[in-house]
């Protein structure tokens, strides 16, 4: 079974429709991350969250928002879709940084969801 | 300019030749990360790395810290490395970059 698994895999909505991405791990990991992959441009974050209690913003987070249920839960919602926020979705994990600093450590990705807005 | 850049974006090559792709930064980091993403667009981290060179089976990397560049190589390349690949540099500030990554081809 896959340690970082989402869902739904593929979804296509229309625009002023709230749509909630699920993203579920079993690594273990305290780190959690959603990304966004346009084409021609490279992942981008949206929310990221160190612990059940830390949420932080990316730097594309206008537009969406996140519960991070439990340390094996992070999800993504967005509240009322519109056609540029139709791109693919990467959920993402990490263990807690070593001493080197943060992003030492290796992310996990999901497989991705492919959200088309219409 | 962006702050992490990538070349080439395209790359095709015959089997069996060896495969440089390159990854120059703007910033200081943390960390250098090299993913792969495959054609059905899932995403496996390959190395991090924050110093000197790594190797795994047939990929090699390696960093410049002076020269903020990296370098993914692929020894004796084969069909199934078809992918994008991706250079991700880590920040003190908790970003992690992605450059827009290099789509490589290689034919029988």
């Known amino acids: 079974d896959a340690d970082v698994t989402q869902t739904p895999r593929n979804r296509i909505t229309k625009t002023g429709k709230r749509i909630m991405l699920e993203c579920s791990q079993t690594k273990g990991h305290d780190r959690m991350y959603w990304y966004r992959q346009d084409p021609g441009l490279g992942l981008r974050l949206i929310y990221y969250s160190f612990d059940v209690k830390d949420i932080n913003k990316g730097e594309i987070s206008d537009g969406y928002s996140v519960s991070r249920q439990a340390q094996a839960k992070f999800s993504l919602s967005l509240e009322s879709a519109i056609p540029n926020q139709t791109a693919l979705y990467f959920c993402?994990?990490?263990?807690?940084?070593?001493?080197?600093?943060?992003?030492?450590?290796?992310?996990?990705f999901g497989p991705g969801t492919r959200l088309t807005v219409l | 300019k962006n702050e992490v850049e990538q070349s080439p974006q395209n790359l095709t090559a015959q089997e069996g030749e060896f495969i440089t792709i390159n990854c120059s930064y703007s910033?200081?980091?943390?960390?250098l990360h090299w993913l792969q993403q495959h054609p059905g667009g899932g995403i496996v981290s390959l190395f991090m790395?924050?110093?000197g060179k790594k190797k795994h089976g047939r990929l090699i990397a390696t960093i410049n810290i002076q020269e903020k560049h990296s370098s993914l190589h692929i020894t004796a390349s084969h069909p199934r490395d078809s992918a994008v690949y991706i250079c991700?540099?880590?920040?003190?500030?908790?970003?992690?970059?992605f450059g827009t990554g290099t789509r490589l081809q290689v034919f029988p």
């Open positions: 993402a994990t990490s263990p807690r940084y070593r001493r080197e600093g943060p992003h030492t450590d290796t992310q996990y």
């Open positions: 790395l924050s110093s």
């Open positions: 991700a540099v880590g920040m003190f500030t908790d970003k992690l970059i």
């Open positions: 910033v200081g980091i943390s960390a």
